[in-house]
């Protein structure tokens, strides 16, 4: 009798377990316990940890609050579309706006600071991949994610959007700057 | 209108096929492969654009090309030929009748309607939203309605199926508990049904929203329900090829389970601890807690995960104890070694396992873990995990069981067997290699879903390495030879279903119910039944080959998980 037939005896289930059987059993499923507790582990001891803090949101409220970062902590303008880069004190709140096609504003760190980045998108779903650090984030319209995070490393970074966004999606891409003190 | 009770017996299987099944069956299974035939026009086409040397498609293209390419294969095809797949395991494998043909061919009839409807609305080119179709990036309203109407396709589909269960039971065509693969099946029919479920409850609204009806869908909702939609689909997956191993290992080997005890309970726990899917999907998400993330990726232990390296282990198990017990006894691996590599139903099912354990089944855990998902989230690496689980798993799967098909089912000899027997490898190891260098490239931080990495003429765009150039070209030249494989594939059962050498001897006759019925299992003791597997193996272990495989797989697990955790370590501290 083998498998697409019906088991040759119907009390198929009081066969014992073949000691190949029990054992991989016992294997895996403690692997799988370690995998699990690797988790709450990380939230412990590990210092990567992706932020629980989160509110609503609306576009124009971001909006605003975005351009009151904007208008205080701009440093320069790049490129023909005069993108603000914005030059926050260490410590403080950042607001990254992503929208189609662009992130809004640029962002200077310093480097071994710790900053509140806030995340939210004005219209579809984007992808916050900060390159080449991979770390990669979902933005939600209407939920304002706040990221705490620590550059730990000078140089120029690229915020690139991995979740497709329709047409334009390949050209929105954007610069963040850490730089020493 | 009497019922058809016309059946046929195949002369070199012994299985019976009633008109109606067979008819479905086989309907069910051109239109899986005419999608096939689309979505890998279009994967090529996907290839060709990805690898940035050639840059084939301009990018509106390019989207709307990759949004079908995602509907036409892992939609219409793998669900046209699951729909094959469960009425086989049903009528054919119990040997009954198929319940209700009539709504069966109204299920099918929906679900080629949805899947033309859904595939317009994409070629017209206002609908490139990709296979998730994530609101509040809308489509026109058709590419809903198509989705819809394909599902409703798909759940009669089940329901005929779970009919044909009752109709086997009350006709006493079989004796005792179902087979093994159809209990495997019976487990796909179930998360369908929960699938389709959950597909109804995000696509309707969507619908409704897309022609003006509803005012807002929220973006996170939508992505929390339309994966539980999304997700549980590839676990039909998995049920029903890890059904089609247990099938071939029992058609070519003659294997049955290790213990029937342990194969059905791991069947088991797929339904029960596969369902909140959409978990690992979120894991990237705000708005979620860490306690929800990391409780339902793994509900504490991982028990799906266990569920698949239990199958991982029987399958081949069952195969080496069948080999063994024909005296290829010797050694850890004579078993395997002796094993019919010529024939494509067995290598193309022996790389579909090894393929998707090693490289999907890995994978897939690395990207459910809380933490390492942030390292992976939307890069290249997501796509090259899904096409080792459901192109090197599940289509290699269903394509060596064609092979098997094509002579049972269509009565037609297989043409170009010299082709044949190298299509397995053809494909399953450009799949294999296609999804790897998918898996390196996103490790380098390589998008997904994006049309020209080098970001051509922005002054902003970021400058990939070197290396993650080499991938993306040795990815598309895997994926040029997997395309190879795959256009073998449809040469071969496509010509052998019109052109190939008919076979006679199997007529359809009209069959009593009572002529149906299976004759009683001779009476045995219940000890011989249970006891073990005899003389063979080593050391106790009836299969040490298997085992010895199944600890190198932990090897390459561990290793390849703390690795994970030491690349995600070296990232800016966030929390």
Same mark, same amino acid.
């Given at each position: 009798?083998?498998?697409?037939?019906?088991?040759?005896?119907?009390?198929?289930?009081?066969?014992?377990?073949?000691?190949?059987?029990?054992?991989?059993?016992?294997?895996?499923?403690?692997? /799988?316990?370690?995998?699990?507790?690797?988790?709450?582990?990380?939230?412990?001891?590990?210092?990567?940890?992706?932020?629980?803090?989160?509110?609503?949101?609306?576009?124009?409220?971001?909006?605003?609050?975005?351009?009151?970062?904007?208008?205080?902590?701009?440093?320069?303008?790049?490129?023909?579309?005069?993108?603000?880069?914005?030059?926050?004190?260490?410590?403080?709140?950042?607001?990254?706006?992503?929208?189609?096609?662009?992130?809004?504003?640029?962002?200077?760190?310093?480097?071994?600071?710790?900053?509140?980045?806030?995340?939210?998108?004005?219209?579809?779903?984007?992808?916050?991949?900060?390159?080449?650090?991979?770390?990669?984030?979902?933005?939600?319209?209407?939920?304002?994610?706040?990221?705490?995070?620590?550059?730990?490393?000078?140089?120029?970074?690229?915020?690139? /959007?991995?979740?497709?966004?329709?047409?334009?999606?390949?050209?929105?891409?954007?610069?963040?700057?850490?730089?020493?003190? | 209108? *009497?019922?058809?009770?016309?059946?046929? =017996?195949?002369?070199?299987?012994?299985?019976?096929?009633?008109?109606? *099944?067979?008819?479905?069956?086989?309907?069910?299974?051109?239109?899986?492969?005419?999608?096939?035939?689309?979505?890998?026009?279009?994967?090529?086409?996907?290839?060709?654009?990805?690898?940035?040397?050639?840059?084939?498609?301009?990018?509106?293209?390019?989207?709307?090309?990759?949004?079908?390419?995602?509907?036409?294969?892992?939609?219409?095809?793998?669900?046209?030929?699951?729909?094959?797949?469960?009425?086989?395991?049903?009528?054919?494998?119990?040997?009954?009748?198929?319940?209700?043909?009539?709504?069966?061919?109204?299920?099918?009839?929906?679900?080629?309607?949805?899947?033309?409807?859904?595939?317009?609305?994409?070629?017209?080119?206002?609908?490139?939203?990709?296979?998730?179709?994530?609101?509040?990036?809308?489509?026109?309203?058709?590419?809903?309605?198509?989705?819809?109407?394909?599902?409703?396709?798909?759940?009669?589909?089940?329901?005929?199926?779970?009919?044909?269960?009752?109709?086997?039971?009350?006709?006493?065509?079989?004796?005792?508990?179902?087979?093994?693969?159809?209990?495997? *099946?019976?487990?796909?029919?179930?998360?369908?049904?929960?699938?389709?479920?959950?597909?109804?409850?995000?696509?309707?609204?969507?619908?409704?929203?897309?022609?003006?009806?509803?005012?807002?869908?929220?973006?996170?909702?939508?992505?929390?329900?339309?994966?539980?939609?999304?997700?549980?689909?590839?676990?039909?997956?998995?049920?029903?090829?890890?059904?089609?191993?247990?099938?071939?290992?029992?058609?070519?080997?003659?294997?049955?389970?290790?213990?029937?005890?342990?194969?059905?309970?791991?069947?088991?726990?797929?339904?029960?601890?596969?369902?909140?899917?959409?978990?690992?999907?979120?894991?990237?998400?705000?708005?979620?807690?860490?306690?929800?993330?990391?409780?339902?990726?793994?509900?504490?232990?991982?028990?799906?995960?266990?569920?698949?390296?239990?199958?991982?282990?029987?399958?081949?198990?069952?195969?080496?104890?069948?080999?063994?017990?024909?005296?290829?006894?010797?050694?850890?691996?004579?078993?395997?070694?002796?094993?019919?590599?010529?024939?494509?139903?067995?290598?193309?099912?022996?790389?579909?396992?090894?393929?998707?354990?090693?490289?999907?089944?890995?994978?897939?855990?690395?990207?459910?873990?809380?933490?390492?998902?942030?390292?992976?989230?939307? =890069?290249?690496?997501?796509?090259?995990?899904?096409? *080792?689980?459901?192109?090197?798993?599940?289509?290699?799967?269903?394509?060596?069981?064609?092979?098997?098909?094509?002579?049972?089912?269509?009565?037609?000899?297989?043409?170009?067997?010299?082709?044949?027997?190298?299509?397995?490898?053809?494909?399953?190891?450009?799949?294999?290699?296609?999804?790897?260098?998918?898996?390196?490239?996103?490790?380098?931080?390589?998008?997904?879903?994006?049309?020209?990495?080098?970001?051509?003429?922005?002054?902003?765009?970021?400058?990939?390495?070197?290396?993650?150039?080499?991938?993306?070209?040795?990815?598309?030249?895997?994926?040029?030879?997997?395309?190879?494989?795959?256009?073998?594939?449809?040469?071969?059962?496509?010509?052998?279903?019109?052109?190939?050498?008919?076979?006679?001897?199997?007529?359809?006759?009209?069959?009593?119910?009572?002529?149906?019925?299976?004759?009683?299992?001779?009476?045995?003791?219940?000890?011989?039944?249970?006891?073990?597997?005899?003389?063979?193996?080593?050391?106790?272990?009836?299969?040490?080959?298997?085992?010895?495989?199944?600890?190198?797989?932990?090897?390459?697990?561990?290793?390849?998980?703390?690795?994970?955790?030491?690349?995600?370590?070296?990232?800016?501290?966030?929390?």
């Amino acid at each position: 009798m083998s498998a697409i037939q019906p088991p040759a005896v119907r009390v198929w289930w009081k066969q014992p377990l073949d000691r190949v059987e029990g054992t991989w059993i016992a294997i895996a499923f403690v692997w /799988c316990l370690v995998m699990f507790f690797m988790m709450p582990y990380w939230h412990v001891y590990g210092k990567q940890n992706l932020s629980n803090e989160a509110y609503r949101t609306t576009p124009e409220r971001y909006q605003q609050k975005t351009q009151e970062i904007v208008d205080r902590y701009t440093v320069r303008t790049e490129t023909d579309l005069k993108v603000p880069v914005v030059h926050p004190p260490a410590g403080s709140d950042v607001y990254l706006i992503a929208r189609l096609w662009q992130w809004w504003p640029m962002l200077e760190l310093e480097e071994g600071k710790t900053y509140r980045l806030h995340l939210a998108s004005m219209d579809w779903l984007h992808g916050f991949s900060l390159q080449p650090e991979n770390i990669n984030v979902e933005v939600h319209p209407g939920y304002e994610h706040v990221v705490t995070l620590t550059p730990t490393r000078a140089g120029t970074y690229s915020i690139i /959007c991995n979740e497709y966004c329709g047409i334009n999606h390949h050209t929105m891409a954007s610069r963040l700057y850490v730089v020493k003190r | 209108m *009497a019922i058809n009770r016309n059946f046929r =017996t195949c002369p070199t299987t012994g299985l019976v096929f009633h008109e109606q *099944a067979d008819r479905l069956i086989r309907w069910n299974a051109v239109a899986g492969v005419v999608s096939l035939l689309v979505g890998g026009v279009l994967a090529l086409l996907v290839t060709l654009t990805r690898w940035p040397a050639v840059h084939l498609l301009p990018a509106d293209w390019f989207y709307l090309v990759l949004t079908a390419h995602g509907l036409d294969m892992l939609v219409f095809w793998i669900i046209f030929f699951e729909i094959a797949v469960l009425y086989f395991c049903g009528a054919v494998l119990l040997r009954c009748r198929i319940a209700a043909p009539r709504w069966a061919w109204l299920g099918f009839a929906l679900m080629v309607i949805g899947a033309v409807t859904n595939n317009v609305a994409v070629f017209r080119g206002d609908s490139s939203v990709m296979f998730t179709s994530y609101a509040p990036m809308g489509a026109h309203p058709a590419f809903y309605l198509g989705l819809i109407l394909f599902a409703v396709g798909a759940l009669i589909g089940c329901f005929v199926f779970l009919g044909t269960l009752v109709v086997a039971r009350s006709e006493g065509t079989f004796h005792g508990s179902l087979p093994l693969v159809t209990f495997g *099946a019976v487990t796909a029919c179930i998360i369908a049904i929960f699938t389709i479920a959950s597909g109804a409850i995000i696509l309707i609204p969507t619908f409704l929203w897309s022609i003006g009806l509803v005012s807002h869908i929220d973006s996170l909702m939508y992505r929390t329900v339309w994966w539980a939609f999304g997700h549980s689909s590839q676990q039909i997956n998995v049920a029903a090829h890890v059904s089609i191993w247990y099938a071939i290992a029992a058609i070519v080997f003659g294997a049955k389970a290790l213990s029937e005890r342990v194969s059905r309970t791991a069947f088991l726990l797929y339904i029960c601890f596969l369902q909140l899917a959409s978990a690992h999907h979120l894991l990237a998400d705000p708005g979620l807690t860490s306690n929800w993330k990391i409780f339902n990726t793994s509900y504490a232990m991982y028990l799906a995960v266990l569920a698949s390296m239990v199958h991982g282990l029987t399958v081949p198990g069952a195969i080496e104890v069948a080999q063994r017990e024909k005296g290829y006894n010797r050694g850890l691996f004579e078993w395997l070694r002796k094993a019919p590599w010529g024939n494509p139903v067995f290598s193309g099912m022996f790389i579909s396992l090894v393929g998707f354990g090693f490289l999907g089944g890995i994978s897939g855990v690395m990207m459910g873990t809380e933490q390492l998902n942030l390292i992976i989230h939307n =890069t290249i690496y997501v796509p090259g995990h899904f096409h *080792a689980t459901v192109v090197v798993g599940t289509t290699l799967a269903f394509m060596s069981m064609t092979y098997f098909l094509i002579p049972v089912l269509f009565r037609r000899e297989l043409m170009f067997p010299g082709l044949a027997r190298w299509q397995p490898y053809l494909f399953g190891l450009g799949m294999s290699s296609f999804a790897l260098f998918m898996m390196g490239a996103g490790t380098l931080g390589v998008p997904r879903r994006h049309w020209d990495i080098t970001f051509a003429g922005n002054p902003l765009g970021y400058e990939f390495p070197g290396t993650a150039y080499l991938m993306m070209g040795i990815m598309a030249l895997s994926g040029i030879v997997a395309v190879v494989g795959g256009i073998a594939y449809l040469l071969i059962t496509v010509g052998s279903v019109f052109f190939g050498k008919r076979i006679g001897g199997s007529e359809f006759k009209a069959l009593s119910v009572r002529e149906g019925r299976a004759s009683p299992p001779a009476p045995q003791p219940v000890a011989a039944a249970i006891t073990g597997h005899g003389s063979i193996g080593i050391g106790g272990f009836v299969a040490p080959g298997t085992f010895t495989l199944a600890l190198v797989f932990l090897v390459a697990f561990v290793l390849y998980y703390f690795v994970n955790w030491k690349y995600l370590s070296t990232l800016w501290p966030l929390s």
